[in-house]
């Protein structure tokens, strides 16, 4: 992976998670805003029925308490008949706009009924096993009537005449009319469940009958077992509500009814709905900016550390001033500066280095020539001073040291020509005619040329030519030359005898000659030097044999190196290109 793509998916892994945390963040806030806010809407509900339904109670109370202090009652009291009153109470509740109206004697008989005048003469256990009913107040009930039984808000008071006693009932029924009383913001809803067991439970609304009313139950099951007020959230989605439930006790604190408050998610829902499109519209933008940035930056960045890259490569290659643009002043102009420099101390430095070798190798020539020509220097020295005192001295000998001089002569002066021409070869290097060359063929025909010579020298020949070799690009009389240096230089390097491997490895792209011996080896220093003109490690020789092998192997595109110990031999491996 790339740095560039690696800085791309960074950019776009720290705006994507930057945008998610922001969306939850915002999420989380929202959600709990709204639903501190539904908390207050339906506690203001819960407390506007409560002002309600004190209110309703304070005014059936007065309403009762008038009634039950009218002539009209007073006079039913002391009535030792009570057939002419059965029609009383409906005219009575009217008037005082009561829904409920009852006058039931003290024995708990029904005088009369306004919501049930076929009543008359029932009993009203309830109330005659009850005293104090002034001071209760408005409780709620259970009431049985014509059309099924209600959930009431009513009231009773006792009126004494004499030794008589008449209780006084009234109220409301708590149903749609009482709920559609009260002010409910939009999205929520006050539902009243009556647990009225004569006739089943009911489920009402200010509009009528609850349509979905299986959602509320785990709500009414935990008020039922718990009889204290909760607050679930029931339904999934967009129909999920909000639920705060009041339970509705009776006289005697037995369950009779749940008031349940409900208030809709859906636009709670709606609106995470609207944060999480967004967000993924942000985050789809951000990334793409993100990605364009990254882009941009990644290129400001990855374009100079390509250019130095490659100016790194061309160094590499041999072309030291190579040198890279500085376009800014931060830190990749900073190195960019900085490469500069180095190549150009680079290049400096391998001046002075080639002066130091070109010193050196002028040096090193000198000596050489000194040392080739000074062997045979001293023997024509000795020749021609014997010649000049054979001449002075004895003159009847002088033919026979005169023949015996010129002979030596000659063949110093071969030396020396040979010295020469040792030289001038070197020199005169021509340029190698590249054409296929089927290297396994050389190295068969070195063998057989060099056979007699190594069997002289008890070295035992072994040779691994890859069959599958194919030809190289090369010159064939100067690969041979190569070859042949080799071979010489590792007879050389076995005067007790021993092995020596010439081995051939062909690769795809390139082709590999070894020539390994079982010599005394070199040293790393030895090995170093080792391709220096005019270096050897003979007590004879020029030192230019090497260095020949190198400049061929070099004038053919090849590299060569040598691995040796002391003791253990030496390899030189040279590395071709395949044709």
Request: glycine fraction near 8%; proline fraction near 4%.
């Amino acid at each position: 992976m790339t740095f560039r793509t690696r800085l791309l998916m960074i950019f776009t892994v720290a705006v994507a998670a930057a945008v998610g945390l922001v969306e939850w963040i915002v999420s989380g806030t929202t959600r709990d805003a709204f639903e501190r806010v539904e908390t207050k809407r339906i506690n203001g509900l819960v407390a506007q029925f409560r002002r309600e339904f004190h209110r309703r109670g304070d005014e059936i109370v007065r309403a009762v308490n008038a009634v039950a202090e009218s002539d009209e009652v007073l006079s039913t009291a002391l009535a030792s008949d009570f057939a002419p009153y059965y029609g009383e109470a409906s005219s009575i509740a009217q008037s005082n706009g009561l829904e409920l109206m009852e006058l039931v004697a003290g024995d708990g008989a029904i005088i009369s009924s306004a919501e049930w005048p076929a009543r008359f003469g029932y009993k009203e256990d309830w109330l005659s096993g009850t005293s104090g009913w002034t001071s209760r107040g408005a409780f709620l009930r259970r009431e049985e009537l014509p059309d099924g039984a209600a959930l009431a808000l009513v009231a009773v008071a006792e009126v004494t005449a004499g030794d008589r006693k008449l209780y006084v009932t009234g109220g409301q029924r708590i149903g749609r009319e009482f709920l559609s009383s009260l002010v409910m913001p939009e999205g929520m809803r006050v539902l009243l469940y009556q647990d009225l067991s004569t006739t089943g439970a009911q489920f009402l609304d200010a509009s009528g009958a609850v349509l979905d009313p299986g959602m509320f139950f785990p709500v009414i099951h935990e008020v039922q077992q718990q009889r204290r007020e909760t607050t679930q959230t029931v339904g999934t989605g967009a129909a999920a509500e909000i639920v705060h439930a009041l339970p509705l006790a009776g006289l005697d604190n037995g369950l009779l009814g749940i008031l349940l408050v409900s208030s809709s998610r859906r636009e709670l829902v709606e609106m995470e709905a609207s944060l999480h499109s967004t967000g993924w519209m942000v985050a789809a933008g951000g990334i793409l900016v993100g990605m364009l940035l990254s882009w941009w930056a990644t290129a400001r960045v990855t374009k100079p550390v390509r250019a130095l890259a490659v100016s790194s490569e061309k160094v590499a290659a041999g072309n030291w001033a190579a040198s890279v643009p500085v376009t800014s002043n931060d830190e990749m102009g900073q190195l960019a500066r900085a490469f500069n420099r180095m190549t150009s101390e680079l290049v400096a430095q391998r001046e002075r280095l080639l002066q130091a070798e070109r010193v050196a190798a002028w040096k090193e020539l000198a000596r050489r020539l000194a040392h080739e020509l000074k062997n045979p220097l001293f023997p024509l020295q000795i020749t021609v001073e014997n010649m000049r005192r054979a001449h002075d001295s004895a003159p009847d000998q002088f033919e026979e040291v005169f023949r015996e001089g010129t002979g030596t002569l000659l063949a110093e002066l071969g030396s020396l020509k040979q010295i020469i021409s040792r030289f001038s070869d070197f020199a005169k290097m021509p340029a190698p005619d590249l054409r296929p060359v089927d290297l396994n063929q050389l190295v068969s025909q070195a063998a057989k040329l060099f056979e007699p010579q190594l069997a002289a020298a008890h070295i035992l020949l072994l040779t691994e030519s890859d069959p599958n070799l194919g030809p190289i690009a090369g010159d064939a009389d100067q690969l041979t030359r190569v070859l042949h240096n080799l071979i010489l230089n590792a007879i050389d390097a076995m005067p007790r005898g021993g092995e020596l491997t010439i081995r051939t490895i062909g690769q795809s792209e390139r082709t590999t000659l070894e020539v390994s011996d079982t010599g005394q080896g070199l040293t790393p220093e030895e090995c170093d030097r080792l391709f220096t003109p005019y270096y050897t490690t003979k007590t004879h020789g020029t030192g230019l044999g090497l260095a020949i092998v190198q400049s061929v192997v070099s004038d053919h595109k090849g590299r060569i190196s040598v691995s040796s110990q002391p003791g253990k031999g030496t390899t030189f491996r040279i590395d071709l290109v395949a044709a």
